[in-house]
Structures are given as C-alpha cells and as structure tokens.
C-alpha cells in the first residue's frame, strides 16, 4: 500500500513586517538578527484566525478536485494550539466552509507544534489498513501568534498562518515510508499558552529539549530502520523551524554526533541538504505545526530532484512530543506544488512598518477571547488586503453572535 501527500498548500497571511524593522521598533539587540537567521515574519489581521487561516489554506487544495474526490475525504482534522471554544472544534466551521460532504469525521487535536504529525501518521495508518478503499484526510495545521513586547525575542520568530495536507493512495507530493519513524515524548514545561491572549515561553528548556528530542527521536527512527544514518540515508531534510537559526544549530549538533565532522563539511552539508528547507519559514516565522510541512514545501521548490530522493522530516512539539520519519519526493512534487503559487504568494505579502503592526497588535490578540457578541469592520483592512497584487477572495472573520463565529468571503 503506497500512502501519503497528495497536495499541500501553506497560507501566510497578506502582511508581513522585515524583522530588522521589528528589531529597531522593538529596541532589540541587533546582534542577535545573525543567530535568528530571520528576514519576515508573517502577521494576521483582526480579520483573520485560525478558522480563516485553515480554509484559505485548504481551499485551493479542495477545489482541485473532482466532486467524487471531495467526497472521498472521511477525515477531517485541525491541529491548532489557538482553539476558540473548548467544545466545539475549529475543524467544524473548516468543514462548513470547505463544503465538504457530511460523510466525514470531524476532530481537533492539540499537542503544541507536533500535532499535525501526530494526526497525519494516525491518519496514514487508517488509510494503509484500507477498511475504507479510496478514503483520503485532510489534516490542516492552523494557528495565530499572540506574541507582542512581553515576548522579546520570541516576537521576532513566531509566524501566522497554516499548512494543508491532503493524504490518500496517490501521493504525488510526498510518499511515506510506513512504518519508519522514531518516537520520544516526555513532561516539560517549555511553553504554554494559559489564556488566549498571551504565549509563555521558557526559551532555553525549549531549545534544549528541541535538540534532545531530534538526536532522542532520530535514535529511535535508527532502531527501527535498518542501516539509517543520519548523514547518508537523507537527500534533504525538513525540520519544524521555530526560527531558522536552531535549525543551523541541530543539523550541527547531529553532524558531529553521527559523523564527527568538521566546520567546512558540515557547511557544505547544510547548504545542500537543509538551507533549501528554509527558504520559506525564514521569511514566515514559526508555524507551529504546521511548520515542518511549510519546511517540505520549501524543500522541495529549492531543490533540484532529478531523481527520486529520499527526505528526513524532524517534528517537535513543546510540551513534549516528537518524532523523525521519512518519506520520497520526485521529479513529480515540484509540479504537484506548483498550482499553489506559495512563494509567489510569500513574495506578494504587504509589508507593515512597525507603526502600522504595532496598531494592528491590540485588536490581534483579541482573536481568540470568547465574546458572547462582536463586529469586526472588514472593510477597516482593506488597505492592508488592497496592497497585494492578485489576491484571491479569502475567507475573513465578521463577528460572533451568542458565540458563534460567523465569517464571509472578501
């Protein structure tokens, strides 16, 4: 049974403000721009959420398919760590306005940054039992960031938007090795998010548990997988990249654990099998789980394939829970990603000073706090929305009334 990603789409928002404009605003360290490796970062409007992120995601993903094949999905799933109800799921108003079918389950999961891979191998094991021939997933990782001053640097690396995976049995974008993945999962309290208006980080226990868990994970992938090394069994690699620079520093420290290899080599392997990977979360900011599939979109358009090869995936979520598998990609998955336009759209992003971002902020971090009633004036962010050359109708945020959200296209 061949199973995995048949489409992915990434949604980064319309807006974007330079990281070094943020740096000044903020008053930050300027020396510190180089080990964050960042040059964007992706900012929401209050006219979005992590409803609107995941349809604008999975949108032109579900439109590319035939009728038959949209009602091929019997699996829904959001993975989000910024819920707006503690019952009811995002995952139902992304079903309402996807207008998908009603012969489908519908589940929210929540494990910080890893939850979507969580969902996806869930999902790859229901489809490779084949109890249901044909059935696809739709796995859609959706979150906004609450990061402002209190964040410091965190501020500067945490992005907006989401990732679409659509799996099933004719993967043309990534095919799964079944069965090949490592594992390693514990307690910490590395970040949380106790309110919906604020994110709480302990940034040093993060970084450190981040590289434990991949040698941990890795290890546990190497277990499983006979003769897999870390250095020759990978074409390229795709890893959750809460900021750029921590993933310079993993593909290091895994270098010199598994090859002992020296600075210039260890370059020159980052150059060839990582830097691709980052070309589009270094102007995005961190993703959350959607992060590492973003890192596989970039991968793939920045990297030659000519012919087939063989990926490492590295997921992380604080919390925590981790996991390394792999998968192959061809000649074939730069075309299948190709109708979605994601650098192109990146590349059209408007882009904020940090006076217009920091008046934005205020009613940003509202996004999520449970209002029994609401107004949000679209028509107030038109000229952010105007600024892009080409944007297509998106999904936007009107209100809530007695609670439930209700939204429109724009």
């Known amino acids: 049974m061949t199973i995995g ?4 789409n990434v949604y980064c928002g319309v807006a974007q403000i330079p990281v070094p404009v943020l ?10 721009l180089e080990n964050l490796a960042m040059t964007n970062r ?51 108003y992304v079903h309402e306005h996807l207008g ?10 929540k494990q910080a940054c890893y939850g979507a891979t969580g969902v996806l191998q869930l999902a790859a094991g229901y489809l490779a039992a084949a109890v249901s021939p044909g059935a696809r ?8 960031a609450l990061v402002d001053a209190r964040s410091e640097y965190a501020e500067p690396a945490t992005g907006h938007g989401a990732a679409a995976v659509l799996l099933g049995d004719r993967p043309r974008v990534l095919t799964l090795d079944l069965g090949a993945f490592g594992l390693h999962s514990y307690e910490t309290m590395d970040s949380a998010r106790p309110t919906p208006q ?12 981040y590289l434990d868990c991949l040698s941990r994970s890795f290890a546990a992938y190497a277990e499983r997988v006979q003769d897999a090394d870390f250095v020759a069994t990978f074409d390229g690699l795709a890893l959750h990249t809460p900021f750029a620079g921590l993933v310079r520093a993993a593909h290091r420290k ?38 590492v599939y973003l ?39 730069r075309a299948a990603l190709a109708p979605m336009r994601i650098g192109a759209r990146l590349a059209a992003r408007c882009a904020l000073s940090f006076e217009e971002y920091a008046q934005l902020l205020k009613e940003n971090l509202r996004v999520l706090v449970p209002e029994p009633h609401r107004d949000v004036d679209v028509a107030r962010y038109d000229e952010y929305l105007d600024r892009v050359p080409g944007r297509p109708r998106l999904l936007v945020l009107t209100g809530i009334d007695n609670f439930h959200r209700r939204y429109a296209w724009h």
């Open 5 to 8: 990603i048949e489409a992915l």
């Open 23 to 32: 740096f000044e605003g903020r008053g930050l360290d300027p020396a510190r």
């Open 42 to 92: 992706s900012i929401g409007l209050p006219c979005e959420d992590p409803v609107t992120n995941a349809v604008n995601a999975a949108r032109p993903i579900v439109e590319a398919l035939t009728a038959d094949e949209r009602d091929s999905i019997e699996l829904l799933v959001t993975s989000t760590e910024s819920g707006v109800d503690l019952s009811k799921s995002v995952a139902s």
């Open 100 to 109: 998908l079918g009603s012969r489908c389950r519908l589940l929210e999961v």
């Open 137 to 144: 997933a739709l796995v859609v990782a959706t979150d906004v």
């Open 198 to 209: 604020f994110d709480i980080a302990d940034t040093d226990r993060s970084l450190f548990a």
């Open 254 to 291: 895994m270098l010199r654990e598994h090859a002992g290899a020296e600075p210039a080599a260890i370059e020159a392997d980052f150059q060839r099998r990582v830097a691709p990977s980052l070309a589009y979360p270094r102007t995005v900011g961190n993703l959350c789980s959607g992060s």
């Open 295 to 333: 890192a596989l979109a970039s991968l793939i358009e920045h990297t030659p394939l000519d012919t087939p090869a063989r990926v490492g995936l590295y997921s992380y979520g604080s919390g925590c829970s981790s996991e390394f598998f792999s998968g192959t990609v061809d000649t074939g998955s």
